[in-house]
């Protein structure tokens, strides 16, 4: 992932909340008779071209480029904001 900011194309409104969606592989043994699952490995992460980014306002999916391309088109007002409160 990119250490860069990220703003959501779709609803523009959203800088900070966001979801990295990612697909994991997991093997299994199945018995041929039944179906039944005999056996899983342990779940391995699939390494992505490009993260695939979930705005969590509008729900939004999309490659990380386009919320990347998106912040630096409309770059956040110098204004500093504190992301909680104290
Ligand atoms: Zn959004």
């Given amino acids: 992932m990119e250490e860069k900011p990220y703003f959501c194309p779709n609803c523009r ?3 900070i909340k966001f979801s990295v969606l990612t697909s994991y592989s997991q093997d299994l043994l199945k018995d ?3 179906g039944a699952v005999v056996e ?3 779940p391995m992460m699939v390494a992505e071209q490009e993260p695939v980014i979930q ?3 509008c729900r939004f999916v999309g490659n990380e480029m386009r919320f ?3 912040a630096e088109r409309e770059p956040r007002p110098g ?3 504190e992301p909680a409160y104290r």
């Fill in 55 to 57: 705005c969590l306002v």
């Fill in 13 to 15: 409104s959203n800088r």
């Fill in 79 to 81: 204004v500093t904001v």
């Fill in 68 to 70: 990347v391309k998106q």
């Fill in 32 to 34: 041929a008779q039944s």
């Fill in 40 to 42: 899983y490995n342990e």
